[in-house]
């Protein structure tokens, strides 16, 4: 049974850090392209980062670029997500995702519960 499940997420004051992890089963993780999203009180959820397989490629929404860093632990099934200088429009809860084949070759889309973070001073 595919599961993503995110921690790391709390209350930071603007211009902190945190890191978000997102751990991973039931599926071979090391093969598959993992994201990032968020979405905010009122507004539509968004792609926040994304991260390959391998080779490492990543995507960054603009407005995270330059203060976000997504990576991923093969080893460890395990994505994260680090976030510094953070400002109050980061706030939102933060989503992992996982895009997994099933047996039928269709891919279907595995959310996890969600982490809240809060910037604010």
């Known amino acids: 049974q595919v599961q993503v499940v995110e921690s790391g997420g709390g209350l930071v004051q603007p211009g902190g850090s945190l890191r978000l992890s997102c751990a991973a089963s039931?599926?071979?993780?090391?093969?598959?392209?993992m994201s990032w999203y968020r979405q905010a009180p009122g507004k539509e959820r968004e792609l926040v980062a994304d991260?390959?397989?391998?080779?490492?490629?990543?995507n960054y929404a603009d407005s995270v670029k330059g203060r976000f860093t997504i990576s991923r632990d093969n080893a460890k099934n395990t994505v994260y997500l680090q976030m510094n200088n953070l400002k109050p429009e980061d706030t939102a809860v933060y989503y992992c995702?996982?895009?997994?084949?099933?047996?039928?070759?269709?891919?279907?889309?595995?959310w996890g519960p969600g982490a809240q973070v809060t910037v604010s001073s």
């Open positions: 995702l996982a895009k997994v084949r099933d047996g039928l070759g269709r891919r279907n889309d595995y």
């Open positions: 039931g599926f071979t993780f090391n093969n598959y392209a």
């Open positions: 991260i390959s397989s391998t080779p490492r490629r990543t």
